[in-house]
């Protein structure tokens, strides 16, 4: 079994690139669809913090406490 970690860039959007919670949505369906695609497992890696705020650091990077519950959303998912 292959893993693959992609990020997702579309250069067709010149515009503003700065990353929001608001375009999240839109990411994550970019990406999920990009990786249906291409026949690329998907781990939505943003459900674990999406309503967890407190998890962010201004809104988006997440802070240590964060990494840990990515660490066990993946757990989780790998077994």
């Known amino acids: 079994m292959h893993r693959v970690t992609c990020s997702f860039h579309d250069r067709r959007q ?26 690329v497992d998907y781990l939505d890696m943003w459900e674990p913090l999406r309503d967890n705020n407190d998890l962010l650091v201004d809104g988006l990077p997440p802070i240590p406490e964060g990494h840990q519950a990515l660490y066990q959303h993946l757990n989780v998912l790998g077994r």
């Open 14 to 39: 010149r515009t503003d690139t700065r990353f929001t919670q608001a375009r999240t949505p839109a990411l994550r369906e970019a990406v999920r669809s990009w990786c249906t695609d291409h026949h």
